[in-house]
């Protein structure tokens, strides 16, 4: 799935898989990318994002399952993509075209899962 999410679009900079723990389980930078985060950023940003996640299915049952989650930050844009008991997270430059960018994520997520 990463390598196909990578294969999108050239300012996608990183795609992983987190699990519910914040582990990263799949994914890495794109090759020759550095990530803007240092030391434990990482797993503090994983862990946070699996926090949120659960978090948020609390209220599935009145708003309906989430889609994804967007964020535009001064130096990134992040997407996170629930996939079962998982998040799907891709960070691209701030400069990519989010809404055509995440339109196509889900069209390949879509396809993936139904395979």
């Known amino acids: 799935m990463c390598n196909d999410i990578f294969g999108i ?5 990183f795609v992983g898989i987190i699990d519910q723990m914040g582990n990263l389980i799949a994914g890495d930078m794109k090759n020759g990318l550095r990530s803007l985060e240092r030391d434990d950023g990482s797993i503090r940003l994983y862990l946070g994002y699996a926090i949120n996640n659960v978090l948020r299915r609390d209220f599935d049952n009145v708003f309906g399952k989430v889609l ?4 535009e930050r ?3 844009k992040l ?4 996939i079962d008991n998982n998040l ?3 960070s691209m430059d701030i400069s990519s075209d989010h809404v055509e960018l995440i339109k196509k994520i889900q069209n390949v997520v879509s396809k993936l899962i139904k395979a």
């Open 9 to 13: 679009n050239e300012k996608i900079r």
């Open 68 to 71: 994804y989650t967007f964020s």
């Open 74 to 76: 001064e130096k990134i």
């Open 79 to 82: 997407l996170t993509v629930p």
């Open 88 to 90: 799907l997270l891709v």
